[in-house]
């Protein structure tokens, strides 16, 4: 039998009896009645985040300026920051920080993992990881002692039968950024260990998003970016977590004084930090920090399986909306269906996709393009509603049935 036509009722019914509905009032909401499916790439703005920052400017810096270190708790932020998302990614709250951005997490935790390894050469990644990511491995044999290979896999199967022995590292992205794949991660995790091998994994499309249990998983490292899911605010912090297991067995890649273990004895010898501490390196980026600590005020709140829960239910009515409104209209859902094999994103392969995409920001739904023909919508599950999701593929039906996409002011397509 074939399963009944979801409705926007439906959808209300759904936002009514919503447990995280309360949520949406703490974002800003934008001007226009535009619907932000880009939380993949910037997740929205929380609702505090102006009358904060005004009074870090009047109060703090204008007023204070250097008593701020004292009056305010700077210092304490990016441990603060890290403690609110820990339940997020399933971790301890003293073993995530917030510091740097992703790319400079990703080599000192590299580069750690390397040194603290049991055994082996080779770093195993695949090829579809997030260019930085592979950049920053590209780099490493100039920068390792002991010969570094770094092995790019073609496929997912390729990466598992290439687990040996002679494995040091393997790093992966939990979720593909491009087809919203999601790794098995325990599963990884374990045949990393049996092989003698350490995980570093990229969380920048699951956390805030989908379950992520890095103690559970028995995961060694993890970075993120902060300004997606997390909301963290344009160029954030990324954060760093660190296994306790592994969190005292070597010096940090850069000894900074932040994460010396004593900051303030400004002693001449360098004494690591206790933990994944020792990774922060040198002063706070206290402006983007006051920014982010906004949205951990609110991660603090939330129940991580609550989040997941509708973030799998919005996952699942968008696909079911995007099948049941326009597969004959030539849309096909290209990220998996099955919950346990996608991220953060639901995506869509269309011959026009790019056009499309620019069509559905005029009709003020923002998502995203990826070549060659993927159209991505990143779900944020504390500030969308479910009638959202409706109005979305409403529009999207409307320019796919006019056809106003293949209009030629779209042709030009941003990135
Ligand atoms: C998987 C992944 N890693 C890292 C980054 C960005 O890293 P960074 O914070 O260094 O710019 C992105 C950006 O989109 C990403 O998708």
Request: hydrophobic share 40%; charged share 20%.
């Amino acid at each position: 039998m074939a399963s009944p036509q979801i409705t926007r009722d439906d959808c209300l019914q759904m936002d009514a009896s919503d447990p995280l509905a309360a949520f949406r009032q703490r974002f800003q909401t934008p001007k226009a009645d535009t619907i932000f499916l880009d939380a993949n790439s910037m997740g929205a703005m929380p609702a505090t985040v102006p009358a904060h920052m005004q009074s870090f400017f009047d109060e703090a810096w204008v007023e204070l300026r250097r008593q701020g270190w004292n009056h305010f708790e700077w210092m304490e932020r990016p441990f603060q920051i890290g403690a609110a998302i820990s339940h997020l990614i399933g971790a301890e709250p003293d073993d995530v920080i917030a510091c740097d951005n992703t790319t400079v997490n990703l080599y000192k935790l590299l580069t750690y993992a390397w040194r603290v390894r049991l055994n082996g050469r080779v770093i195993l990644t695949e090829d579809t990881n997030f260019p930085t990511d592979l950049y920053v491995a590209q780099g490493l044999p100039g920068a390792l002692d002991g010969d570094p290979v770094i092995t790019v896999c073609e496929s997912r199967q390729q990466l598992i039968d290439s687990i040996s022995p002679d494995t040091a590292v393997i790093y992966l992205s939990h979720v593909d950024y491009r087809s919203g794949e999601r790794w098995d991660m325990a599963d990884i995790n374990r045949r990393a260990h049996e092989a003698g091998a350490l995980t570093v994994w990229d969380l920048s499309h699951s956390a805030g998003a989908i379950p992520v249990d890095l103690m559970t998983s028995q995961a060694d490292f993890a970075v993120g970016c902060g300004y997606k899911y997390l909301s963290g605010g344009p160029g954030g912090a990324a954060y760093c977590w660190v296994h306790p297991d592994h969190g005292d067995k070597a010096w940090p890649t850069i000894c900074g004084w932040m994460g010396h273990g004593d900051v303030f004895a400004f002693a001449t010898e360098y004494t690591p930090h206790k933990g994944t501490w020792r990774h922060a390196t040198g002063t706070p980026a206290v402006i983007a920090n006051e920014v982010f600590s906004c949205a951990a005020d609110i991660w603090r709140e939330v129940d991580a399986s609550t989040l997941w829960s509708k973030h799998r239910a919005l996952g699942n009515l968008m696909i079911n909306l995007l099948e049941q409104e326009c597969s004959d209209l030539g849309v096909s859902v290209n990220t998996p269906k099955e919950y346990d094999l996608r991220g953060g994103h639901i995506g869509f392969s269309h011959e026009g996709a790019g056009p499309l995409c620019e069509a559905l920001l005029a009709a003020g739904v923002v998502g995203s393009f990826r070549k060659p023909d993927a159209l991505r919508f990143g779900l944020g599950a504390l500030y969308l509603s479910y009638t959202d999701i409706w109005t979305t593929v409403e529009r999207l039906k409307e320019i796919l049935q006019s056809e106003s996409w293949r209009d030629p002011k779209f042709q030009k397509v941003s990135v």
